[in-house]
T-cell receptor, first 108, second 116 residues
Framework: GQSLEQPSEVTAVEGAIVQINCTYQ??????LSWYQQHDGGAPTFLSY????GLEETGRFSSFLSRSDSYGYLLLQELQMKDSASYFC?????????FGSGTRLSIRP | DAGVIQSPRHEVTEMGQEVTLRCKPI?????LFWYRQTMMRGLELLIY????????DSGMPEDRFSAKMPNASFSTLKIQPSEPRDSAVYFC??????????????FGPGTRLLVL
């Protein structure tokens, strides 16, 4: 079957760095995306990796290793507004699958 | 651009009633997605269209659910008859040409459905 695994919760301190991991088991993998969702809001796109390596967009970076079926989202200089749920999602053989989400809590 | 528009934003109905959710994608986008989100099941893809044609409807729960996209600027998701377990937030999303799958999807605000 096809599945994505990501931690359900992560806690970090304001100003710190946090990494949210995502491992997947799929067939015909095309790419991995990350979405952010604040409570009561809609998911918003953060990043997409189709090839191995690191993609950087401001304070956020995303990494992919296709050989390890693994990716992560790195958030730097954490701000209180980064408190949200983060979802990884994959496209695999025309199937789109979202992970169950990681709830990031940030302490002052 | 107004973004993806969904209506209604909130819907409360009684079991057995028909529910129709509506979505207007961003102009120029040729992919349209319908999702359902609950605490128990997370975010689930129900169906997606490309150029108004359904590509994958394997996520549609059962025959009570149907989706149509009669033109590039409008789609509906219909539940008939509705059941309490259909209570969820339903999101519509669209993405531009050439962006296949999960890449750069723009989500609407969602419709919060409560079936009593």
């Amino acid at each position: 079957g096809q599945s994505l695994e990501q931690p359900s919760e992560v806690t970090a301190v304001e100003g710190a760095i946090v990494q949210i991991n995502c491992t997947y088991q799929t067939s015909g993998f095309y790419g991995l995306s990350w979405y952010q969702q604040h409570d009561g809001g809609a998911p918003t796109f953060l990043s997409y990796n189709a090839l191995d390596g690191l993609e950087e967009t401001g304070r956020f970076s995303s990494f992919l290793s296709r050989s390890d079926s693994y990716g992560y989202l790195l958030l730097q200089e954490l701000q209180m507004k980064d408190s949200a749920s983060y979802f990884c999602a994959v496209l695999s053989a025309s199937k789109i699958i979202f992970g169950s989400g990681t709830r990031l809590s940030i302490r002052p | 651009d107004a973004g993806v528009i969904q209506s209604p934003r909130h819907e409360v109905t009684e079991m057995g009633q028909e529910v129709t959710l509506r979505c207007k994608p961003i102009s120029g986008h040729d992919y349209l997605f319908w999702y359902r989100q609950t605490m128990m099941r997370g975010l689930e893809l129900l169906i997606y269209f490309n150029n108004n044609v359904p590509i994958d409807d394997s996520g549609m729960p059962e025959d009570r659910f149907s989706a149509k996209m009669p033109n590039a600027s409008f789609s509906t998701l219909k539940i008939q008859p509705s059941e309490p377990r259909d209570s969820a937030v339903y999101f519509c999303a669209s993405s531009p040409p050439g962006r296949v799958g999960v890449e750069t999807q723009y989500f609407g605000p969602g419709t919060r459905l409560l079936v009593l």
